[in-house]
């Protein structure tokens, strides 16, 4: 799945040493534009608002995504989602994720790769991120592929 082969703390995917997820989805008898529009729909649905997340949208080809995922009560995760389409298949890249800490006490933000339980390689709560981070993927990878629709 991930062909750098790179790990943080021998679990968090990387790249250039900075947290990196990446994989190409095989998608039989879907054209690039099919893939493209289930993708577009799963924005839609996902996010408040998908004008708002979106930052580049090459009709068809590709879209780019700047958004937030809510990790913790007093955390976010922003990121960048690159999703590329091709005929068959389509490519996702999720980088530049960060831990944006909001409390009554502190705020901070800051790269992945230096949140202390990152840092210190705490395995239970690096395992607890990685599942959180699979979880959304596994969901946008289910809509681009056309997860049956309800029969309404």
């Known amino acids: 799945m991930f062909s750098q082969g790179e790990f943080i703390c021998d679990i968090l995917p990387a790249k250039d040493g900075r947290v990196f997820y990446s ?3 095989k998608t039989e008898d879907m054209s690039a534009s099919e893939l493209y529009s289930n993708a577009k729909k799963w924005v839609s649905t996902t996010f408040r608002s998908a004008k708002s997340v979106i930052q580049s949208d090459v009709d068809g080809s590709i879209i780019v995504i700047k ?3 809510s990790y ?8 960048t989602l690159t999703i590329q389409f091709k005929d068959g298949r389509f490519k996702y890249e999720l980088t530049d994720l960060m831990m944006d800490i909001n409390t009554s006490v502190f705020s901070k933000t800051y790269p992945i ?4 339980f990152v840092k210190d390689c705490i395995e239970k709560n690096l395992n607890k991120y ?10 946008m990878i289910a809509e681009i592929e056309g997860a049956e629709d309800d029969d309404w």
């Not at 913790?72 to 990121?79: L, Q, R, W």
């Not at 990685?130 to 969901?139: A, M, V």
Request: aromatic residues 14%; glycine residues 8%.
């Open 72 to 79: 913790i009560t007093s955390a976010d995760t922003p990121f």
């Open 130 to 139: 990685n599942d959180f981070i699979y979880d959304f993927i596994d969901g």
């Open 113 to 116: 790769e230096e949140a202390p």
């Open 67 to 69: 958004g937030r995922l």
């Open 23 to 25: 994989e190409v989805i």
